[in-house]
């Protein structure tokens, strides 16, 4: 009966859209558009069917599509790029709110509507000679815009610039609530957008971000590539009294445990391909440098070149990275050379050649204990790998994004982006063809599995190394994990504060996904309308001196959010301890398990930060634009 009415509630919806006097593109299944959109790299969500796929093509046609979904209770699935790791942009209930054609690109000062992908951003630089210049986007071209930047934003020079949400000018935003918002606390809702804005407030149609300028006085960017295959044990030679692959191990953990400059970003690969019998482990290296050859290769002598130069050692990493980057102008690079750095993963989000993939992820710091066991648990785990699934075709990949730099400059609660001060964030990809090969992958990564009963999975033995033993990131999401688990996982402290404002801003929890923020219990017992005509709404601005350290002109193509002071300012949560490695707990949760739930210091430390983040008095609405019809919102970087 219910699925009745639900079916009957997307064909009423459908008939609306198709009968809108606008044009809202409106494609069924078996037609070609909906086939192309519903495509996914991933085989895993190979059968998601939604009732339609809807492209509009302005922020009208997209408020066309919420109120009359949200009239009729029929959910909406949000896809820009649609990469999510986890599938969260694919449904098999209601609209597929397909934002292909708002692929509008425009520099100056840079604006980006929302369904563009940031190949369309690299290739207005290239045709506007923005030599010297920079954005601070995705290292793959293909993904979406959006998606990028309200997850946080990891970006290729997110060391030398920040978050991708802290070079954020403005935001146009769809709302599901067509209220009066007088009282409505704006800044919040642009602190929570930066980090937790996807599909859990509303359509984000159009962003506005700042433009980079390179610090190096000939403009270019030096990069490269070099895919190491470390020599096997069964190689050395009589006189090697050493193993090579333990120093190999040395060597990356001497790598991993540097202290790089901020313009410096190395991204690594950890990969073990089934098809690949010669060598134990392959480690790809992707380096991009804002600063010349000469000055970089200087670098690379002082950080990796040690007494030891031996075969499997830092000298001969150090001189195969030296041979294998070359300076070149930024456009070029942004046109070029990153396309090819990250060709693979490229090719991986086409659904031209799809396979079944999963995924969990990791934020690591780099303290030298815990990488010696990150690395040794990595290497033992591939070794498994191609031991239990010998003669098959997969793969097992080990990523570590570089991150930290500027963007640990600002304290935790800055933006709903949580764990800043992660020098790594790192992911897990299991990849393969077979479909039977589905439940033991599954049970590889998560499961205990047949190869011991003693024997952690992958992910459980790596978790305890994450900050606070949970953390992880939001665009790099782990399918498996339970909704209130998610947030804690993804945004730690931040996560009572996000609960507020999703209750000032979709209080019906129009907006709702499978990891998306909940609202919090009292909303329940609140009724809504109430709630938010209230004189002290339930969640108050971020503070105004908290912005001052982002205020800057309209017009500076050349700085970026926050450029000039440092942002030391704990606005909105209490400070997180980190993850103890001798009492193995952080703020009293377990440590090994998925669902660990919080107690009572958990619980005090969001409660007192939740009362301090309350009493701040709300500035003036002076920045706030309506664009002519309710909600639809403009916000700025000052958020109000």
Same mark, same amino acid.
């Given at each position: /009966? ?13 008939? #609306? ?119 601070? *986007? ?44 007088? &009282? ?29 300028? !390179? ?17 096997? $044990? ?19 953990? &001497? ?48 950080? !990796? ?5 031996? =075969?499997?050692? *830092? ?42 993939? #999963?995924? %969990? ?5 780099? $303290? ?38 500027? %963007? ?11 764990? +800043? ?15 039977? /090969? ?6 590889? #990564?998560?499961?205990?599995?047949? +190869? ?9 033995? !790596? ?97 970026? #959010? ?8 704990? %606005?909105? *949560? ?31 430390? $969001? ?6 983040? =309350?009493?701040?008095? !709300?500035?003036? %609405? ?7 019809? +309710? ?10």
């Amino acid at each position: /009966m219910a699925e009745n009415i639900e079916r009957m509630a997307e064909g009423l919806v459908i008939d #609306l859209l198709k009968a809108d006097k606008t044009s809202i593109p409106v494609f069924l299944p078996g037609e070609t558009e909906y086939e192309r959109s519903v495509a996914n790299a991933n085989l895993l969500y190979r059968f998601t069917r939604p009732a339609c796929v809807v492209q509009p093509k302005n922020v009208g046609h997209v408020q066309t599509i919420v109120k009359e979904a949200k009239a009729r209770n029929v959910p909406i699935t949000i896809k820009c790029g649609g990469h999510s790791y986890a599938g969260f942009s694919t449904t098999d209930k209601g609209i597929s709110l397909d934002l292909l054609n708002m692929n509008r690109v425009k520099i100056d000062v840079q604006s980006n509507t929302g369904g563009a992908l940031w190949g369309y951003a690299y290739k207005q630089f290239v045709n506007n000679r923005m030599d010297g210049f920079i954005i601070n *986007g995705e290292r793959c071209p293909t993904v979406g815009v959006g998606g990028f930047l309200l997850g946080g934003g990891l970006g290729l020079f997110t060391r030398s610039f920040g978050m991708g949400c802290d070079i954020l000018k403005e935001i146009t935003i769809v709302t599901a609530d067509d209220t009066d918002t007088s &009282d409505s606390a704006k800044g919040k809702l642009f602190w929570a957008l930066c980090g937790a804005g996807g599909g859990n407030f509303g359509v984000m149609v159009e962003f506005k971000i700042y433009l980079q300028k !390179l610090s190096n006085k000939d403009g270019s960017v030096v990069a490269g590539r070099y895919t190491w295959f470390p020599k096997s $044990d069964k190689e050395r030679t009589k006189n090697t009294k050493y193993k090579l692959m333990d120093k190999f191990i040395d060597t990356m953990n &001497d790598f991993y445990t540097t202290r790089w400059p901020d313009q410096v970003t190395i991204d690594t690969s950890w990969i073990c391909d089934l098809k690949d019998t010669s060598s134990e482990l392959a480690v790809r290296f992707l380096l991009y440098y804002d600063g010349t050859k000469k000055d970089f290769e200087k670098l690379l002598v002082d950080k !990796l070149v040690g007494a030891d130069k031996a =075969e499997n050692g *830092g000298g001969e990493l150090a001189a195969q990275l030296t041979r294998r980057t070359m300076s070149e102008k930024s456009t070029r690079f942004l046109h070029e050379t990153l396309v090819s750095q990250w060709s693979e993963e490229t090719i991986k989000a086409f659904p031209t050649d799809p396979t079944f993939k #999963l995924y %969990a992820s990791f934020v690591f710091k780099n $303290d030298l204990e815990g990488i010696k066991k990150i690395t040794s648990i990595i290497r033992e785990e591939m070794a498994v790998f191609k031991s239990q699934f010998a003669g098959e075709s997969g793969l097992l990949q080990v990523t570590w994004i570089h991150s930290s730099g500027k %963007a640990s400059r600002k304290d935790r609660s800055a933006s709903a982006f949580r764990w +800043r001060d992660g020098v790594y964030q790192t992911y897990i990809m299991l990849d393969w063809k077979e479909k039977w /090969m589905e439940g033991e992958m599954r049970a590889f #990564l998560k499961s205990l599995t047949s +190869r011991t009963l003693f024997l952690k999975a992958f992910k459980d033995k !790596l978790r305890p190394f994450s900050i606070m033993s949970r953390a992880a990131f939001i665009n790099f999401p782990d399918a498996v994990l339970s909704s209130g688990t998610a947030e804690r996982t993804y945004y730690g402290n931040n996560t009572k504060n996000l609960r507020l404002v999703k209750q000032q801003w979709d209080p019906d929890n129009f907006f709702k996904w499978k990891q998306g923020i909940k609202l919090p219990q009292t909303a329940e017992k609140t009724p809504a309308k109430a709630k938010r005509r209230s004189k002290t709404p339930a969640a108050s601005p971020i503070p105004a001196e908290a912005f001052n350290a982002f205020n800057m002109s309209p017009g500076a193509s050349s700085a970026s #959010l926050g450029a000039g002071n440092a942002f030391n300012i704990n %606005a909105l *949560g209490a400070p997180e301890r980190d993850y103890d490695r001798r009492d193995g707990l952080a703020d009293g949760d377990a440590v090994s398990s998925d669902d660990e739930s919080p107690v009572n210091k958990q619980e005090l430390t $969001d409660e007192l930060a939740t009362k301090q983040w =309350e009493t701040f008095t !709300l500035p003036p %609405a002076r920045s706030l634009m309506n664009l002519g019809s +309710r909600g639809v919102l403009r916000l700025t970087d000052l958020g109000f």
